[in-house]
């Protein structure tokens, strides 16, 4: 097998017949095969087991029970399944058209690239698929943004938020991958310094079905992009940055609404403590809580440790307020942003340390690695 081309899919079976026959098309005289990895919910593996059995080119199914890693994780694990060195990744939409395959494939067959990517943004490249001005603005802003944040592994990359581009996963460093959302190409290309090529294509309209892009997404994006730049312990601080904000403004807010300045203190940082965990959970220790105790014994370290350190702060906050003629909202906020490595290092050796050998799993971690599961599938919720 020569080529590979791998299309993720989340409810889409309005397109995939006319996607296989455009691809079959497309790809007539090179020996290629179609891998879709599969997260939907609805008839789509029926629909593509349907059209396989009278494809003319291979056509083969991973159907996921877990949606691990979300689109991106599907990425990969059709690539790993895939038969050839050189993998194709397209949507299964029919905005990454079939009739750009021979151009992305012959320029890989050049030899001095590992990756070529189909830019929007390149030549005569084009983003018109996209719906509305909002949409273009909101993807070159971002495209922007993330060339600003990798300005040395993206110098040669114009569009690396697009979906559809050529790999020889011989050049990837799977061990290093955490996919998480659905720009796999990003993180890719900001995990190893890769040989990078690109073509322009034009990004359709849509073929059939819905768009999958929420705010959600977005969010998953912004997440995924920070962590890539700076690591665990930036968004630890974002976090806790968004946390104290917060904290201090619940501060301001119950002060001036004539409550004391302890008690308000002390509103403000059980809220903030409760919400900054559920925060970490989800965006920080995502990829050791299944290593860690359940999410109840990582709850109570978590608020323990965090009620500790308040009944510490709280006293400094009244010594500063009260000898150092400091306001309430300065002393808050300063003393969050001592107690910050502290969190950080218990966080890490402590609330999501790796549970001993043989421990049980309990009920309520599995309910809620299956919520996490579901809101990391594609789409809106």
């Not at 719906?131 to 922007?144: D, F, L, W």
């Not at 020889?168 to 990078?196: H, M, S, W």
């Not at 992009?225 to 601080?237: D, E, I």
Request: charged share 20%; hydrophobic share 50%; net charge neutral.
């Amino acid at each position: 097998m020569h080529l590979s081309i791998v299309v993720p899919t989340y409810n889409e079976a309005p397109n995939i017949a006319e996607l296989v026959r455009r691809v079959t098309t497309e790809t007539a005289g090179i020996d290629a095969e179609i891998v879709f990895v599969d997260d939907s919910t609805d008839d789509t593996p029926d629909v593509i087991a349907a059209v396989a059995a009278e494809a003319t080119i291979p056509v083969r199914l991973i159907h996921r029970a877990r949606r691990t890693g979300g689109l991106g994780g599907a990425v990969l694990e059709g690539i790993a399944a895939a038969a050839a060195d050189a993998c194709l990744v397209m949507d299964g939409d029919l905005q990454h058209p079939p009739e750009e395959i021979p151009a992305l494939y012959a320029r890989f067959l050049q030899g001095d690239v590992d990756v070529v990517i189909a830019s929007r943004y390149a030549g005569d490249g084009t983003s018109a698929g996209l719906a509305g001005r909002t949409r273009v603005m909101v993807s070159k802003a971002s495209t922007a943004l993330t060339r600003a944040m990798f300005p040395i592994r993206l110098k040669d990359v114009s569009d690396p938020m697009t979906g559809f581009f050529l790999i020889d996963r011989r050049a990837l460093d799977a061990e290093t991958l955490r996919p998480r959302g659905f720009k796999i190409l990003l993180e890719i290309l900001a995990r190893k310094n890769l040989r990078v090529a690109e073509v322009p294509f034009e990004f359709a309209d849509r073929h059939a079905g819905d768009s999958k892009a929420s705010v959600r997404q977005g969010l998953h994006f912004l997440t995924q992009l920070t962590a890539l730049r700076f690591g665990k312990m930036s968004l630890f601080a974002v976090i806790g940055g968004l946390g104290a904000l917060a904290n201090v403004a619940l501060v301001w807010a119950l002060t001036h609404l004539g409550v004391n300045y302890l008690i308000a203190a002390i509103v403000a940082s059980e809220v903030t403590i409760i919400g900054n965990f559920l925060l970490q959970e989800r965006f920080v220790f995502h990829d050791m809580k299944g290593a860690a105790s359940g999410v109840w014994s990582r709850f109570a370290k978590s608020f323990t440790f965090n009620n500790a350190e308040l009944l510490i702060r709280i006293p400094i906050v009244a010594l500063m307020v009260n000898t150092g003629h400091i306001s309430a909202v300065i002393a808050t906020a300063i003393t969050l942003v001592v107690a910050f490595i502290v969190r950080f290092v218990f966080h890490s050796l402590v609330v999501y340390a790796p549970r001993k050998a043989g421990a049980p799993v309990s009920a309520g971690r599995r309910f809620v690695d299956e919520l996490d599961a579901q809101a990391m599938s594609p789409g809106e919720l």
